[in-house]
């Protein structure tokens, strides 16, 4: 080993203990009002985060918000029009791709499709003149590492695409930077393909203690994956959290309708004589007063179905959707329409009844679609006992399901 | 009799492929087969009929210094056109498929040589060529050089009759390996970018590679076109002076109808049919290994 980078490097490839400290600084990212403007309009809005090393950080959204863009100028392979970004203690906001010491994944996984799966791997290791010797002790060990090693002399084109993007996983792997970017690796996979990657990136990124920054649009990638999550929109970061903040605390009505699935049902609420009122449902108080105007959002699993005879909002139940494990199932209230998740089967459909929920699972969101913190909305569960008069071992769930009757 | 359903398919098949087979038959294989045949004959005088020799004809051409003269001259024509047009196209792509300004007005000035009809090209390079009138001479005398007899001249000539050729066909070649470049995905660039790839080993390690089966071909319609394109000969030099500039395919024609000799004409087309046949042959089985097709 010659020289410094190969020593450490090669101890953060083989093992499991922890990096030297210098590499960690290397991998920080940072960037300060970051903005892409390709017309009048900005694409990137002066987006600022800070990226610890070792974090694995989604950057989610729906398609166009920018969150691509905002990953094509860390890579440098999109120059930003404002901002600085920073990588480790180095100013990269000029600095050509080849420089900024980091390697990227792409959707299409860029592979050179004349070269064989070994000349792919050391593709970049033959541009920065790596000895021979050694590129082929780094391509053994990392073909090892993503199974890979009966594949080395294919052509990537008699390749499965899970095999691709082992191959494309591999290539970044191999150059070794502390860094990856990956721009929604696993979209041109089939789902079940698609769930066991999520699982092996995963494993790969802990094991290598990358620090990664993953795009998609798919909010399963964002929960599984996610040591933290971005949620971009329209250029601008909405929320900025961990997966469980951005599913039990959205930041906003956006926020909260592009986790889960089903989405959180969004009601409108308006002024009622008692408090807020579910928009064309004007009979029951949800909400304090001040809530009117603005939304309610309960998610799916968070609704409990009752009798027609309980209390609760009245609903009638459209349809429903079994699904294995629990049944989705179609409620109209007043002229909107939610859906709720039922564990296990139910045939409902077409049955009057009543919904309620734990005031805990409402969220409020003001009329701008921003979380309100202020207020706190009206529990709906009938004359619950507190939480701390449950018998031992009852759960919430157990507690919920009134059955209706199935019509089984 | 009747047809079963296979057959009346058969049957239908065959009848959509008759009229391409019938303008084959008579004007490809047909000419072919009796060139092919003429070239083994010696025609009979005052009605005598036509007298078999068999490869006597050719032993006649191989002996005709002019025949090895005007052979050697499109070998040099060949060596001359292909290598430089390919290079010129290749670089021409690269430039325009780049990004620069008035990208679609500068493509479109490069393709024009190819859209002139050969003829018309020969007049506007007749005009470049002139001795005394002629754009070249008058640059050249306006920097204080004497000028240059351009096409009487037998050492320059073939040498300027392939710089016209050039001319007229990198363009034609450019728009090939333009499509060709413009379907190699961006992100391989990027790719590469990234690991700090240069330029100049990027085009060398996947653009050409990339490029080959677009090569390949253009390869082929250079060498064929070599050989077949011979109308630019006809306005600028008649295949003089002392046949320097002379081209095998001129020297058929010259031979079929100016000096009404058939069976040399055959002959030599002949021996042109084989030479081609061999030579792509060659290319596609040697070439076709290196190539990768996507």
């Known amino acids: 080993m010659s020289c410094k980078c190969n020593t450490f490097n090669t101890s953060w490839i083989n093992n499991n203990q922890q990096p030297v400290m210098s590499v960690m600084d290397q991998s920080r990212i940072r960037l300060e009002r970051v903005t892409k403007r390709w017309d009048a309009s900005p694409a990137v809005d002066g987006i600022s985060f800070d990226v610890t090393p070792g974090q694995f950080v989604i950057l989610l959204g729906p398609s166009g918000c920018g969150k691509s863009t905002t990953l094509r100028m860390i890579a440098g392979l999109e120059e930003a029009s404002d901002g600085r970004i920073h990588i480790g203690d180095r100013d990269v906001t000029r600095l050509p791709p080849g420089d900024r010491g980091l390697s990227m994944v792409f959707q299409s996984y860029a592979l050179f499709p004349h070269l064989s799966v070994a000349d792919n791997i050391v593709f970049g290791l033959r541009s920065r003149k790596v000895p021979k010797a050694e590129q082929r002790e780094r391509l053994a060990k990392v073909a090892e590492l993503v199974d890979l090693t009966d594949h080395l002399n294919r052509k990537p084109a008699q390749l499965s695409g899970g095999q691709r993007q082992r191959v494309a996983l591999a290539r970044s792997v191999i150059s070794e930077h502390p860094i990856c970017l990956m721009d929604e690796p696993l979209s041109n996979l089939d789902a079940r393909l698609r769930s066991d990657m999520r699982r092996e990136i995963k494993a790969l990124q802990s094991r290598l203690n990358m620090t990664v920054i993953y795009v998609t649009h798919d909010q399963v990638e964002a929960m ?39 989405a959180m049902n969004l009601l409108p609420l308006v002024a009622g004589e008692h408090g807020a009122v579910i928009d064309s449902e004007s009979d029951m108080p949800v909400a304090p007063l001040e809530a009117a105007n603005g939304q309610l959002g309960i998610r799916p699993e968070d609704i409990e179905l009752r009798p027609a005879s309980a209390s609760g909002v009245p609903a009638k139940v459209l349809s429903d959707e079994y699904l ?10 007043g002229r909107h329409t939610l859906r709720i998740r039922l564990r296990g089967r139910h045939a409902i459909t077409g049955q009057h009844c009543r919904i309620g929920w734990p005031a805990s699972a409402a ?28 018998p031992i071992g009852s759960s919430q769930a157990e507690l919920r399901h009134f059955p209706l009757q199935s019509q089984r | 009799m009747t047809l079963t359903a296979h057959g009346k398919l058969q049957l239908y098949g065959a009848l959509l492929l008759l009229p391409a087979a019938v303008l084959l038959a ?22 005598e009929p036509a007298e078999f020799v068999g490869v006597e004809n050719y032993q006649v051409l191989f002996d005709d210094p002019t025949f090895w003269k005007v052979a050697r001259n499109n070998l040099l024509y060949a060596l001359g056109t292909i290598p430089t047009s390919i290079a010129l196209a290749l670089g021409m792509a690269l430039f325009v498929n780049g990004k620069l300004p008035g990208r679609g007005f500068v493509r479109m000035a490069y393709f024009t040589p190819t859209i002139l009809p050969m003829i018309a090209a020969a007049n506007i390079w007749m005009f470049f060529y002139a001795p005394q009138i002629g754009l070249f001479n008058s640059l050249l005398e306006a920097l204080g050089f004497s000028g240059v007899n351009w096409l009487g001249n037998p050492s320059v000539a073939l040498g300027s009759v392939i710089v016209m050729s050039v001319w007229k066909e990198a363009g034609f070649f450019m728009i090939f390996y333009l499509a060709a470049l413009q379907s190699i995905p961006p992100e391989l660039k990027e790719a590469a970018d990234l690991e700090g790839t240069g330029r100049w080993s990027f085009f060398w390690r996947v653009t050409f590679p990339l490029l080959m089966p677009t090569t390949l071909f253009v390869l082929i319609n250079a060498l064929i076109n070599a050989v077949r394109v011979v109308d630019h000969l006809f306005i600028l030099t008649k295949g003089g002076p002392n046949n320097a500039t002379n081209l095998l395919l001129y020297y058929v024609y010259e031979n079929a109808f100016s000096f009404f000799d058939r069976t040399t004409a055959a002959t030599i087309t002949v021996v042109i049919l084989l030479v081609l046949a061999v030579v792509a042959t060659l290319k596609f089985t040697i070439l076709d290994r290196r190539t990768h097709y996507q």
């Open chain 1, 224 to 262: 599984s994956m996610g040591d933290r999550v971005i949620l971009m929109q329209h250029g601008q970061i909405v929320q900025d959290g961990t997966p469980d903040e951005l599913y039990n605390r959205p930041a906003s009505a956006f926020a909260a309708s592009f986790i889960g699935s089903p």
């Open chain 1, 324 to 333: 294995g494990a629990d049944t989705i199932a179609h409620l109209v209230v």
């Open chain 1, 363 to 390: 969220h409020l969101f003001g009329a701008d679609g921003l979380r309100r913190d202020d207020l706190t909305a009206y529990s709906l569960m009938p004359t619950a006992p507190p939480e701390s008069e449950l």
């Open chain 2, 26 to 47: 008579a004007f490809a294989y047909l000419p072919t087969i009796m060139t092919v045949i003429n070239s083994l004959f010696l025609p009979g005088f005052r009605g």
